[in-house]
């Protein structure tokens, strides 16, 4: 496979983009499956495109055979057509007519989980991004928007179901134990949505009605042995599909709606029409075997996957580097969801802390690139935090900017307007300029420079005048491919605090104008340096700035511990009060760094929280995020200049001291709270389990003796798999070695028949920190149940203990970066999207000076080989870097 693999890298242009020479109105395959072979036949409507001149029609396939091409039912000749690398060029002058194709690849062999392949027992597609020419000829581009008409063939015992897009049409049974189907998708779409399923799979049922009266049946597909954990999926899917209705006026559009279950799956989900693709991870939930987290997770990928319908089926993206005009979107329309299913300020708090751990790391690191990338080699390394997450800040922004009804008239005019169309980034915003005649020029600097803005805010109170200055600074560092940024238009959600001991105002706090209640504003930063002054402010205030996360910032305001202290315990914006306790965490985490001796942590951040888990008038969840301390990652990000363990150590050190403060009352929740409660999944049960569970792991983080004896209990009696697994968890922090290894051992026998339960069990042992955590990890990858061909499994242990395990992966002999180096290499001979995504820790090099230049040589290493399109893009950007 090296040698396919590694093909000339070829930098392809947003500036060069232009229409297609031709289109496909219609696509009609025919896929024949037998074991170690399958035939596409094609037929393809082509129309030449009447603004471009007469070229040659230039289809792209990769890893074809090809049998036969016809045009118009006339067999093409030697002189006809020329196939080179990638390429089919047709020499025939084309007006509208027939293209026809036969081709034959083996799916079996298929290892990248890109184009046809299969999964176990199954037959199945990813397409997206280009894939479709792993399967037959074609334009494989999104702005050519066909209508697809797919008959498969295959043997009925093996295959007993074959799916595709749209409405089945036709089945029936042929000779020699064969059998086909004839599904037809009446919308037009780009090849990337195209999907096939042919498998021996059960298949679980639900049905909802839509607003209008269409009645849709749903149809989830998985192995039999998961028959058991499709309910949460069935009701997330009508729950997103009412929530869609309402919220966006948007229905689903065919009669079915099928989700299939795959096991070996390089992403999450794929939105296909009518036909969406499930990593089982993201798909799969039952309480014996799903954590809270699990399924949470399935809830909000089942509804972004069907909010694609509209945004990115429907309405389409013109070209790849408008990536996150569907995904930016639709991550922001399923954040939107599971904030109103579960808690806002939950929701809020997870996203936050991805962007703050990971998406500004991406940013600041040698593959920044802007949310509307200007180039790419391997379009697969663009499916990044930085597309979806921060894609969906942008979107956040206007729709905030907008306000909740003009918001909504931009969108019902973009989906109406852009229907069945393939636009742009510039599209979407020109909607939004549409309902609130606002100017977003400057805005849309959020799609093209890259790199996280830093604003600093510095403020002057004038006691005599009674005026309250803020002021504000913004820059952003250089990055890759823009050296110089040019200000970014940034709303700053606000509001200023009083003191709570000399001030009667209510609410506390100050007014923003003459309108008393008017205590909250937005501010529009669009200059590099701006001033906001306040009048009628009556002493100092606090501000509390950026509130609910209003924009993708680092901020810098030299609060001191007692005005973060006040925030923490009085804002009106519990994202802020959580916010601010991070902040708290950060100041000891820097003392502890400082001083490691003899440090101290704010007592009056202690009582706080002690005052906040005493009042239990914010919810649980949430006081267990303010319980706990910042990443790591985040921490590095926050203190540059000191090396990786230290702040692995120094945070350590203030886990305890948070724990050892709060014993008494983490105790009594770690052993009372809610502990009998019948196990329900809903938003409240998950956030008080949430809480009693950080309690527990604070506990063991301490080292207090009943930790010990809590965590057994829970870890024997646990009626869901939430509960068991951090008692788990704590029993490895605690670490009494016989006690640890039984109880793991115990764990893996009791579940060992499910896949998805051990994937846990192996992302638990790599994430141990220790010296022996190499030896460890090296052991696991010898289990029986790991497989270096499923990605689930790799991420497991590979990728857990890169990002996860600080002391295991950065230990001084620079074994744990080696032995990542050699496993990129091993796994780019099958999976290049996987191994792309594996190496980026070794990308972030620079950041961790001595240690870095060991990094640096084991890419160096990586880029001698002979490497797939993904991981050179990948490796070659990191060297460049400085
Ligand atoms: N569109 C899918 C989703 O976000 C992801 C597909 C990613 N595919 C890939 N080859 N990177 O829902
Ligand atoms: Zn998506």
New binding site residues.
Partial sequence: MTENNSVKAQTIYLKDYRQPNYWIDQTELDVNITPGLTHVKARLKIRPNKSLANEPLVLVGEGLTTHHIAWNGRALGQGDYAIKGDSLTIFLPLSEGWLETEVSFNPEENTSL?GLYRSRTMYCT?C??Q?FRKITWYLDRPDVMSVFSTRIEADKIQCPILLSNGNLIEAGELEGGRHYARWYDPFKKPSYLFALVAGDLACKTGSFTTESGRPVAIEVYVEPKDLDKCDHAIDSLKRAMAWDERTYGLEYDLDRYMIVAVDDF??????NKGLNIFNTSCVLANSKTTTDLGFQRVEAVVA??YF?NWS?NRVTCRDWFQLSLK?GF?VYRDAQFSADMNSATVKRIEDVNVLRSAQFAEDAGPLAHAVRPASFIEI?NF?TLTV?EKGAEIVRMLANLLGVDAFRKATDYYFSTYDGQAVTCDDFVAAMEYACAKDFSQFKRWYSQAGTPEVTVSDHYDADANTYTLSFTQSCRPTPETEHKLPFHIPVAMGLLGDAGSLKLQPKDFALSDDADNTHTVLELTEASQSFVFSNVFEQPVPSLFRGFSAPVNVRFNYSEAQLIQLLKLDSDEFNRWSASQELAVIAVNAALQEPAAFRVSEYWLEALSVIIDQQLIEPAVIAYMLQVPSVSYLHDRSPQHDVLAIYAAREKVVKVLAHSLENQLTTIACCYDANAAYQVDAASIGRRALRNTALLLLAHAGVPSASELALGQFRSANNMTDQLAALKALIVIDESDITAEALDEFYQQWRHEALVVNQWFSLQAAVESEKALTRLEQLTQHPAFQWSNPNKVRALISVFSNQNVTGFHCDSGAGYKWLADVVVKVDKSNP?LAARLVTPLTRWAKYAERGRTMRQELARIAAQPLSKDLFEVTEKALKAS
């Fill in positions: 890109e990813q997206e991004a894939g390089n992403m999450g989900a794929m939105e972004h996957e694609h990115g995904e639709t697969s499916y979806y999207q």
